[in-house]
């Protein structure tokens, strides 16, 4: 007798599966030339921005509370990456050794600052939490555009007001050099290697889920009061999800700065952290799968529709608009569901047919 998989899991093995569909489709396309050079460039953005729209989706869709500081952590881990790899880049040769440090540099990190920032944050809901982490997100982004740091013989040098007061003897090196950031990080980015790390933090996140301490953080969501009276640690809870979140935000800012010769901080505004909510609330709160989708679409969206570029963005924003209606509106959800499994029978039973002909040959 076959035993059936619980419809969790039967889930998160179809997201499995389609990803790498997907993976494999876009590399016969590569061998084969078929993908432009400008689509090439946009395959590990969309692999960073699906891990940071599936993390955040732990803490607005599992959680329950609205967080806006997610730009915050990826410009952490961004920063903290590309300095551990231009200080490490002559010593550390081996290009998979230095990158997996540093992808393990910027996720630790980010979630020190998610844990940091989390204590005291985390005892605020609703609004006044999502205005706290988007101030944390401006600060952070301000404090790395207004930072000098670089080395020499003598050691690290820091400043908070220019270059010249570092007082870098001859031999010196500039790491980080404020507002014009950093520059000489290795492109140790690959689109392989990005689809590895989305892959890894997409079975992260449904194990997280689907483990006991999901149960507890989605009880928490639920019936905050109800989850307290049996006993769990709420504040413990929260700050793992929030940690976790910060963690998959940093290893995604690690993607992002080593995919670019020179990182500014100025990337990491507030209009991120918005777009990255976007993109949770339209691929569905809670839903993984839908996250992922979403990113990639958003991201590819503005480039297909470049040929129009006098109402590229008018377009954009209908597109989102008609997307927004049809995935919140129940009559036409239930439409497609409906249309959807209608489909599936039908293919399924012209299966069990031919299996049937099969069998009375």
């Known amino acids: 007798m076959k035993k059936k998989l619980n419809p969790q899991t039967r889930k998160s093995f179809i997201t499995y599966g389609l990803l790498m569909i997907v993976f494999i489709a876009v590399e016969i396309l590569l061998s084969t030339g078929s993908i432009s050079s400008m689509m090439q460039g946009l395959l590990v953005p969309i692999c960073v921005y699906s891990i940071l729209a599936v993390s955040l989706n732990l803490t607005v869709g599992i959680l329950g509370e609205l967080s806006l500081g997610q730009a915050g952590f990826m410009c952490v881990g961004a920063y903290a990456s590309a300095i551990f790899s231009n200080l490490v880049k002559e010593s550390i040769t081996q290009p998979m050794i230095r990158f997996t440090l540093a992808i393990l540099v910027g996720g630790v990190v980010a979630a020190l600052f998610g844990i940091i920032i989390g204590i005291p944050v985390l005892r605020l809901r609703g609004d006044y939490l999502a205005i706290v982490t988007l101030a944390f997100g401006e600060i952070i982004k301000n ?10 013989s003598a050691g690290l040098h820091i400043s908070l007001k220019s270059q010249g007061d ?3 003897k001859p031999d010196g090196k500039m790491i980080i050099n404020g507002a014009l950031g950093i520059s000489g990080t290795p492109n140790d980015s690959t689109f392989e290697i990005a689809f590895v790390i989305l892959f890894i ?12 301490t999901g149960r507890a953080v989605m009880s928490i969501r639920d019936n905050r009061i109800a989850a307290e009276s049996v006993g769990l640690n709420i504040t413990k809870y929260k700050l793992i999800t929030f940690a976790l979140t910060a963690f998959l935000a940093g290893v995604a800012g690690t993607l992002y700065s080593h995919n670019f010769y020179s990182l500014q901080a100025s990337k990491f505004d507030y209009n991120l952290s918005i777009l990255i909510l976007v993109f949770v609330v339209l691929g569905g709160i809670g839903n993984i799968r839908g996250s992922i989708i ?10 297909l529709l470049r040929s129009i570029n006098n109402y590229r963005m008018l377009f954009y924003a209908v597109i989102l608009i008609v997307m927004m209606i049809c995935t919140s509106n129940e ?3 239930s439409f497609f569901i409906r249309n959807f499994e209608k489909l599936k029978g039908l293919i399924f039973k012209k299966k069990s047919d031919g299996a049937a002909v099969k069998e009375a040959e």
Do not use: Q, W
């Open 143 to 152: 404090v790395f555009a207004a930072l000098y740091i670089g080395y020499d």
């Open 166 to 168: 570092l007082g870098l």
């Open 201 to 212: 933090s997409v079975i992260i996140i449904y194990n997280f889920v689907h483990s006991r």
């Open 294 to 303: 979403a990113a990639a679409v958003l991201t590819l969206l503005p480039e």
């Open 331 to 333: 009559t036409i959800r």
